[in-house]
C-alpha cells in the first residue's frame, strides 16, 4: 500500500517562530489532508489539498502531487498550535481509506 | 448535528467482555469510517461503509470485530472476548465523496 512519512517527528520551537512540517507519500493520491491532534486527542481538520496551495489564517499548506510532497507551514506559533499534526493521503489505487502518517510533535515554549 | 458523535467517550472493560462503539456521523456525509489509536501511534484503518454496505473491511484485526451502519447513518463497531491489546482510542469519521474526512472525539477503550 501507500506509504507516508513526516518530518521532522519531533519539533520545539519558542512562541514566535515559524515552522514547516513535510510530508512525502509514495504514490499518486486523491486526497490529502492536515490534522492536528490536541492534547485533549481530538482530530482537527487543517486543510484538504490533494494539490496546490491553501492558507488559513497564521497556517497555510502546499501539495505538489506530481513530485509526492505536501508542506504544512505555521508562522508566528502560538502555545496553543502544540500536539501533534498528521498528513493523511488515500492513494488513486488503494482503498477508501485514509492512509496516516506517523506524525509530527510540535511543542511551542511560551 | 454538527459534527460527528461518538458514544461513549471512555469505556472500561474486563477482559473476555463484549463493548459496543457507536457513532453518528455528519449529516448527509454517506462515507464513514471505523479508525483505532493505540497510545502514541498513528491512526489504523479498520473498516469503510458507503451508504450501509462495507465494501472494505480489510483493516479488522480478526474476527472478534464487526460493525454495521443502519439507515445510511448511526454505525456501531462491536468488539467479542475483548482483549488488553485491543486497549486503543477508536475514532470514526465521515465524509461525502471524494472530500475531507471529519473525525469524531473518539471513544478511549481500556481493557483490564
Known amino acids: 500500500g501507500i506509504q507516508v512519512e513526516q518530518s521532522p517527528p519531533d519539533l520545539i520551537l519558542q512562541e514566535g517562530a515559524n515552522s514547516t512540517l513535510r510530508c512525502n507519500f509514495s504514490?499518486?493520491?486523491?486526497?490529502l489532508q492536515w490534522f492536528h491532534q490536541n492534547p485533549w486527542g481530538q482530530l482537527i481538520n487543517l486543510f484538504y489539498i490533494p494539490s496546490g496551495t491553501k492558507q488559513n489564517g497564521r497556517l497555510s499548506a502546499t501539495t505538489v502531487a506530481t513530485e509526492r510532497y505536501s508542506l504544512l507551514y505555521i508562522s508566528s506559533s502560538q502555545t496553543t498550535d502544540s500536539g501533534v499534526y498528521f498528513c493523511?493521503?488515500?492513494?488513486?489505487?488503494?482503498?477508501?481509506?485514509?492512509?496516516f502518517g506517523t506524525g509530527t510533535r510540535l511543542t511551542i515554549i511560551p | 448535528g454538527a459534527g460527528v458523535s461518538q458514544s461513549p467517550s471512555n469505556k472500561v472493560t474486563e477482559k473476555g467482555k463484549d463493548v459496543e462503539l457507536r457513532c453518528d456521523p455528519i449529516?448527509?456525509?454517506?462515507?464513514l469510517y471505523w479508525y483505532r489509536q493505540s497510545l502514541g501511534q498513528g491512526l489504523e484503518f479498520l473498516i469503510y461503509f458507503q451508504g450501509n454496505s462495507a465494501p472494505d473491511k480489510s483493516g479488522l484485526p480478526s474476527d472478534r470485530f464487526s460493525a454495521e451502519r443502519t439507515g445510511g447513518s448511526v454505525s456501531t463497531l462491536t468488539i467479542q472476548r475483548t482483549q488488553q491489546e485491543d486497549s486503543a482510542v477508536y475514532l470514526c469519521?465521515?465524509?461525502?465523496?471524494?472530500?475531507?474526512?471529519?473525525f469524531g472525539p473518539g471513544t478511549r477503550l481500556t481493557v483490564t
Open positions: 469519521a465521515s465524509s461525502r465523496g471524494l472530500a475531507g474526512e471529519y
Open positions: 493523511a493521503v488515500r492513494s488513486n489505487f488503494g482503498n477508501e481509506n485514509l492512509t
Open positions: 504514490d499518486s493520491v486523491n486526497n
Open positions: 449529516s448527509g456525509h454517506t462515507a
